[in-house]
Each structure stands twice: as C-alpha cells, then as structure tokens.
C-alpha cells in the first residue's frame, strides 16, 4: 500500500566526521566536484583542510548550494564530503537506497529545496525544511521494481551520453583535417571576422540582480570560459531588454 510520508521518515543526515588524511582524491565529494543536472561525480582535484562528513556506499549525496544545479550522486564507496555537500542515508531496510536516490533526483525535489533556500550569491537550502519534503513511499519489493526501472532508462542515457563524446571527438578530428590539415585549404580567402560575424558587447550585469521566482542566467566572464558553470558562477535575471 502505498503511503506519504516526509523525507524524515526515512533518511537522516550523516554528522558523522572523519579526518581528511583518511580520504583521497578519488572519494571525496564537494559541490566542485558533484557535476550538474543529475551528473554524478569527477575525481576531486585538491583536497580540504579539517574534518569532513563520513559517508559510505549507498548514501545519496546532494549539493546544497544552489540545489537549482540539480548535483546529486549515488555513492559506490565510502569517502569524505565537504560541509555543503547533505549526505542522506536510509534509516532502516524498508526503504531501498536505490529509491531514496531517485526520490532525491526528482526534479520536484530540487524546486522544494531551492524555494527553501536563503542568500543572495550563494543561496543553501534550509535543511530542517528540507527533511519536511512530502515522499510516496509503496512497498520495499515496488521500490525495488521502480528502482530497477529508472536504473535501466540511466543507463541508456549513460551511454548515449558516451556516444556523444565519441561524436565530438569525431567532430574535432574532421575539423583539423578540412581546415588545419587540408592542402587546399591554403588556396582559400582569408577574411577578417569583423567581415563574416557581428560582435556583441557584454552587458554590466549587476544591473540585472537575480529575483526569486523569476528565470534567471548564469553570467559569462573570463574564468568561465575556462572552467565552465560552477557554484561561485554568478547569477543575474533574465529579463535582460534587447
């Protein structure tokens, strides 16, 4: 029979700490090394000073900063994680780990943590709040089946995923050859770009704060272009006139 229950009513948050001289690069978690939109995990490239959260295999681990980036992983081993990294862990056998993550993963999930959220540049949710999350909560044998399910279709999505990049790489190896490499590309025009594209302006995007509950966009300087959308990445709405 299927029940509702809150978040609490299954998980907790793990407290527990550990040295960090007891993890490695390989297995610890912080919000720069969970990756966006539901991602998973790369290998971190430096680790902190202190103690961090202890986890274990089976935990589900989630970004607090900024929950709109949707970070979550489901942890494969044991490790250390940083403060603002929530670790859930099951509070007993009726509920499956592998449900809790997808519960977790839900998209509604993340809108319930971000309207929790508090501050400007770097908004966390509220984690009392966030344990209030309603949860359909069936059978553990449904969980299971559900579960299963969803693992399935991720996996598809996985492998689409690494196809991708195949294609890119096959991209980038077309590139080099028709422009780079080509003997005929030297019989080619040559042209300024102010010839063949319009440039466009940055925006002084302080102007344009961010308002809850409005779309916004992530804002583009020189270390983005680097190393992409992160959390310190700043945010300005989008109502932006043309």
């Known amino acids: 029979m299927m029940r509702i229950v809150s978040l609490s009513d299954i998980c907790s948050y793990v407290n527990s700490k550990i ?13 720069e090394n969970l990756l966006q939109n ?3 995990l790369s290998v971190a490239n430096k680790l902190p000073s202190g103690k961090v959260t202890a986890f274990q295999a089976g935990d589900v681990l989630v970004s607090n900063i900024r929950p709109y980036f949707r970070k979550i992983w489901l942890a494969d081993r044991s490790g250390g994680a940083s403060n603002d990294v929530l670790v859930f862990r099951k509070l007993n056998d009726n509920v499956c780990e592998k449900y809790l993550y997808y519960i977790l ?15 400007s540049k770097m908004p966390r ?17 449904v969980q299971k089946k559900i579960a299963d399910i969803l693992s399935s279709l991720d ?12 294609l890119e790489q096959l991209g980038q190896t077309l590139f080099r050859y028709y422009f780079v490499d080509n003997p005929e ?6 042209k300024p770009l102010d010839e063949i594209a319009n440039f466009l302006n940055g925006l002084a995007m302080q102007k344009y704060p961010k308002i809850n509950g409005q ?13 992409g959308i992160t959390d310190s990445t700043d945010i300005a709405s989008a109502n932006i006139p043309e």
């Open 19 to 31: 040295p960090v001289e007891q993890v490695q690069l390989a297995n610890y978690v912080s919000t």
């Open 38 to 40: 539901k991602g998973g």
């Open 105 to 119: 993963a839900d998209d509604r999930f993340f809108a319930f943590s971000t309207a929790s959220a508090s501050g």
């Open 125 to 141: 949710g509220d984690k009392s709040q966030i344990m209030n999350y309603p949860v359909k909560l069936p059978p553990l044998e």
């Open 155 to 166: 996996e598809k999505i996985e492998l689409n995923r690494r196809m991708n990049e195949t």
């Open 185 to 190: 590309a030297r019989s080619w025009d040559k």
């Open 215 to 227: 779309p916004t966009l992530p804002v583009i300087k020189i270390r983005e272009m680097s190393s």
